[in-house]
Every structure is written in C-alpha cells, then in structure tokens.
C-alpha cells in the first residue's frame, strides 16, 4: 500500500457522464476517501476528433452535483502536450522507442506490430516502444492475476500518433506520475492497457500505482455502455438515488432510510467494501432502473 493515497477519475469529453461512467467515478472515490487519500478528476481531452463540445464541463457539474467533490483543481491533458512530447523524445533518444512510418493498411493483417520500422532512421511523425522480449505480469486489486508475453501478446506499440497527437497510453502514464496517482481505478476495457502502461512506467523511469479494474456496464448485447442514451437510470433519477443505484451496483447495500445525498456518502465511506464489487455487473436488467 502506497501513502499517502491519491486516486484519479479520468473521463475523455466524448459525451455525458453515463451511469458505467459513474461507477467507475463512485469506486475511485470511495477506494481514496477509505484511504483518508485524495481523489482528482483528470479531463483525457487529448483526441480533438472525438471529443464533443461541452462534455466536459458537463461531466466535471455533473460529479458536484452528485457530491463527488475533487482535492484539486481539474486537470486537462490538453495543457501537458509539452510533458508529452518531452517524455517521447527522451524515449527516442535512449533508443527504446523508433519513428514508424507504417500505414494502417500496411499492418491490416499482422497481429501485432512486425517490426518494419524497428531499425530504420526515419522521419516519420508516428513513434512506437520497442518492447522486450519477456513476460509482464499484472497484479489487478480484484481481478485474477494475468501474465502478458511483451513481444507476442503486445508487441511494439504506438505512444505518438501519426497526426501529432500524444496516444493515450503515453498521456496517461505520464500525467498519472506527475499527479503522484498511487492507485488507478477504472473499468475493465481498460485492462489490457495496464501492461502497455507498466511497461512505459518501467522504460521511463516512472512509479508503479496499484490498479483495480472494475467489471464493465454492458448494453443486452453484451457490448460496452459509452454512453448517455436515453435509457440511462441518470437521465431520470435524483442525486441520492443514482448514487444509491451506483453504490448497489458496485455490492455495496446502503440502507434504505438513508435518504440524504451527505448522509448517503458518509455510510459508503465508512462500509466500502472492494471485496464485495461483484465480478460481474448484471447486463440488460439495469436499463430502466429507478424509473
Ligand atoms: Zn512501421
């Protein structure tokens, strides 16, 4: 355990707060609130093509509104592209990253990334980590332990894109460091980023968080909720009653008299349980909730 604790919420701009979103908010709160620790909201807003105008402000209300208060001012990532930047060229020059100038068409058919670029001295704006040869293995807070093979599993991967803009992998790693994050919880389609992330802590010098992936909110068809549709429970539901929702969800089980948002929040910090997170959220049969 790292102390003193600080906890992120890391939302991209790319719609409202959804209620997977929220859950993802509602355990990253509560696990740095438990840890008498510090809790920051982190705006990803460094993908201009897929950002929509005003979510971010939106959300950030949002979070006030449902009484998830930050220690901190909010962060932008759009404000730390320098830190970025800095942060490939010193990979570049180390040589444990290389310009690659391979089109997506070129790779189509490959697994993953076969190594074209990995010797040649190219101009090209797009940079990838080399990585090693070896296996990584992930310790998950709550989900099972999983061991990566580096070169085949991952194989070298993008932390520049070809459009000049930092990739998420790099952004991250390096605004969690500067943040001094020690734990890092979020939902499950983000697992598989946790070995690129410690493998880039490692080549770069940076500390390690902990991390803790809960399960994700999945549409009836199994596919991941991202974002607000109409049939969202926050579309209808009062503050008190979507967090009361969220922290159920998430097997936690407030009591229902209990009908104060403060009063709501002081039992979830003092009766959070990790260990009670189900391993699986139940698919079809939140839509409509509290309705
Ligand atoms: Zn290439």
Redesign the pocket.
């Given at each position: 355990m790292h102390t003193p604790y600080r906890g992120r919420f890391a939302p991209s701009p790319t719609g409202d707060l959804h209620l997977g979103s929220l859950l993802s908010a509602v355990a990253s709160y509560l696990q740095a609130r438990r840890h008498n620790g510090q809790w920051l909201i982190r705006i990803e807003d460094i993908d201009p093509p897929r950002e929509i105008h005003g979510s971010a402000a939106g959300i950030v209300k949002d979070l006030q509104t449902l009484g998830l208060q930050a220690d901190e001012a909010v962060s932008y990532q759009s404000n730390n592209t320098a830190a970025y930047r800095q942060a490939v060229t010193h990979l570049l020059v180390s040589a444990k990253a290389f310009r690659?100038?391979?089109s997506r068409k070129q790779l189509k058919n490959a697994p993953v990334?076969p190594g074209?670029?990995r010797k040649l001295q190219l101009d090209a704006c797009a940079v990838?980590l080399k990585v090693a040869t070896r296996q990584l293995t992930v310790i998950d807070l709550l989900q099972t332990t999983r061991e990566y093979a580096l070169a085949e599993n991952i194989g070298d991967f993008i932390i520049w894109r070809a459009d000049d803009l930092p990739a998420y992998q790099l952004a991250v790693v390096v605004d969690d460091a500067a943040m001094g994050i020690t734990e890092v919880v979020r939902g499950c389609d983000l697992q598989d980023s946790t070995p690129r992330q410690l493998y880039l802590q490692e080549c770069l010098g940076l500390p390690q968080p902990d991390y803790l992936h809960i399960p994700l909110l999945t549409d009836k068809n199994g596919r991941k909720l991202s974002k607000r549709d109409n049939d969202d429970p926050l579309n209808r539901l009062q503050p008190q009653a979507a967090i009361r929702l969220a922290l159920q969800l998430l097997g936690q089980q407030p009591p229902l008299e209990i009908s104060d948002l403060d009063k709501l929040w002081d039992w979830a910090i003092a009766h959070w349980q990790v260990r009670n997170i189900p391993l699986q959220f139940p698919t079809s049969s939140i839509r409509g909730l509290g309705c």
């Amino acid at each position: 355990m790292h102390t003193p604790y600080r906890g992120r919420f890391a939302p991209s701009p790319t719609g409202d707060l959804h209620l997977g979103s929220l859950l993802s908010a509602v355990a990253s709160y509560l696990q740095a609130r438990r840890h008498n620790g510090q809790w920051l909201i982190r705006i990803e807003d460094i993908d201009p093509p897929r950002e929509i105008h005003g979510s971010a402000a939106g959300i950030v209300k949002d979070l006030q509104t449902l009484g998830l208060q930050a220690d901190e001012a909010v962060s932008y990532q759009s404000n730390n592209t320098a830190a970025y930047r800095q942060a490939v060229t010193h990979l570049l020059v180390s040589a444990k990253a290389f310009r690659c100038s391979c089109s997506r068409k070129q790779l189509k058919n490959a697994p993953v990334y076969p190594g074209n670029c990995r010797k040649l001295q190219l101009d090209a704006c797009a940079v990838r980590l080399k990585v090693a040869t070896r296996q990584l293995t992930v310790i998950d807070l709550l989900q099972t332990t999983r061991e990566y093979a580096l070169a085949e599993n991952i194989g070298d991967f993008i932390i520049w894109r070809a459009d000049d803009l930092p990739a998420y992998q790099l952004a991250v790693v390096v605004d969690d460091a500067a943040m001094g994050i020690t734990e890092v919880v979020r939902g499950c389609d983000l697992q598989d980023s946790t070995p690129r992330q410690l493998y880039l802590q490692e080549c770069l010098g940076l500390p390690q968080p902990d991390y803790l992936h809960i399960p994700l909110l999945t549409d009836k068809n199994g596919r991941k909720l991202s974002k607000r549709d109409n049939d969202d429970p926050l579309n209808r539901l009062q503050p008190q009653a979507a967090i009361r929702l969220a922290l159920q969800l998430l097997g936690q089980q407030p009591p229902l008299e209990i009908s104060d948002l403060d009063k709501l929040w002081d039992w979830a910090i003092a009766h959070w349980q990790v260990r009670n997170i189900p391993l699986q959220f139940p698919t079809s049969s939140i839509r409509g909730l509290g309705c």
